[in-house]
């Protein structure tokens, strides 16, 4: 064999092995974003069922804490309905995350729940409680966000000053302490 032939041989082997070096490299790269993409997804339908969930929550205490005689007709109901269809959309969302998400984003959501359970809870007529579950809910909700946001490669999003002036002094109106304890 001459030098030429060696040459070439050399070039086409080491060019066949970066071929293969480059696709391994490019596919896994792909699974990778097909991953991502998939997570983007499922955790974009938790936080719209989370959020979805919580105004339904909102609603359905304003309703219920009309008086009967001047609430709409049906207000009660369809409300009612309302929140247990979210019931239904965050247990079909929790199995799509129980496969993909990791301990402390599913830790958030699960919190996130709770805390819209004991909003559910929250006795009528006790604007306090209510109050307070409300603000602990919206806490949990930011919590799951930001728990899918940074699995996510992505900065956190301080909700508090994001919010209006209404959601703002209702959270501070929740986290201060009674004055018995100061």
Partial sequence: MDAGTVVALVLGVVGFALSG???YFNRRDAKDARWLQEKRVIYARTQ???TEQ???????????????ATR???EFDDAQTRTNEGWSTLVAVRGEL???APGDVRAAV???????FDLAWALPGDDEEQSAAQSEAER?????LNAMRADLGLK?????TAADADVRLRIDESTKRPKDFE
């Fill in 140 to 144: 949990q909700n930011a919590r799951a």
């Fill in 54 to 68: 919580y105004e339904a929550m909102v609603r359905f205490m304003n309703v219920f804490n009309l008086d009967r």
């Fill in 156 to 160: 956190a999003i301080d909700l508090y």
């Fill in 72 to 74: 709409p007709p049906g």
């Fill in 21 to 23: 070096v480059t696709l």
């Fill in 98 to 100: 129980d496969l993909l």
């Fill in 110 to 116: 699960e919190s996130a729940k709770t805390a819209l």
């Fill in 48 to 50: 719209a069922a989370l």
